[in-house]
């Protein structure tokens, strides 16, 4: 069974730009979580949805921060325009309902906003 | 005070040793306690959860005082495949999360030498 797939592993862009991030879940994982780390910090939650709809968005930090789930599958993170503090790591993770502390997290995201 | 504290680190023992890494949490409303592995550049994975009355996997115990709002880890007869970050997490369920938003401790690093 295919794990979280997260793309792209690595963005390097300016700050102003635009960066989408996306996240293949487990199949069949109705949650999906975006997380981000960002340097010498701890993972911090940003969002969570069930299916498409969001359930709790009360670690987005702003309304740079796009997330978007449509039709319940996979997702996407769109940060615009990007500032040098959005550098950081970007994990996605899926879970089941049956297990509501296993999250199976994405390999990461990794973002660098020069 | 942050939500979920743990040993600074970097924990480096030789094999077979036994190591013990401690957290304390902030909110005494906290019912779910986890700890994760997040190996170098990877993502973090359930290693396994906290129960109130302690639990064992193998060479692995994890115990909760909830009237010190502490959880442990104890590794018996350390590995050189446990080098990685150990990483204490709550779930904010009971203060305003969505079950799986986890909050993570910065993680304790941990080294085992041949």
């Known amino acids: 069974e295919a794990g979280v797939t997260q793309f792209p592993s690595h963005s390097v862009i300016e700050k102003g730009q635009t960066v989408t991030l996306r996240c293949d879940p487990i199949?069949?994982?109705?949650?999906l979580y975006w997380y981000r780390r960002v340097m010498g910090k701890e993972i911090k939650f940003l969002l969570h949805?069930?299916?498409?709809?969001?359930?709790?968005e009360s670690g987005m930090p702003n309304n740079r921060f796009l997330a978007e789930r449509t039709g319940g599958t996979y997702s996407t993170l769109k940060v615009q325009p990007a500032e040098l503090e959005d550098s950081g790591v970007y994990f996605c993770?899926?879970?089941?309902?049956?297990?509501?502390?296993?999250?199976?997290f994405g390999e990461g995201s990794r973002l660098t906003v020069l | 005070r942050k939500e979920v504290e743990q040993d600074p680190g970097p924990f480096n023992v030789p094999e077979g040793a036994t190591v013990a890494f401690n957290c304390t949490y902030s909110?005494?409303?906290?019912?779910?306690f986890f700890w994760y592995r997040q190996d170098c550049r990877k993502e973090p994975k359930l290693l396994m959860s906290?129960?109130?009355s302690g639990n064992e996997d193998g060479r692995f115990t994890a115990q909760l005082n909830r009237a010190s709002q502490y959880i442990s880890l104890l590794i018996r007869d350390s590995k050189l495949s446990d080098s990685a970050t150990y990483l204490c997490?709550?779930?904010?369920?009971?203060?305003?999360?969505?079950?799986?938003?986890?909050?993570f401790g910065k993680g304790t690093k941990l080294s085992v030498k041949p």
């Open positions: 949805f069930v299916k498409e709809s969001k359930q709790d």
């Open positions: 906290v129960y109130s």
């Open positions: 997490v709550v779930n904010a369920l009971n203060y305003g999360g969505s079950q799986g938003n986890l909050i």
């Open positions: 909110n005494s409303a906290s019912q779910s």
């Open positions: 199949s069949g994982h109705d949650n």
């Open positions: 993770a899926s879970r089941t309902d049956r297990r509501p502390g296993e999250l199976f």
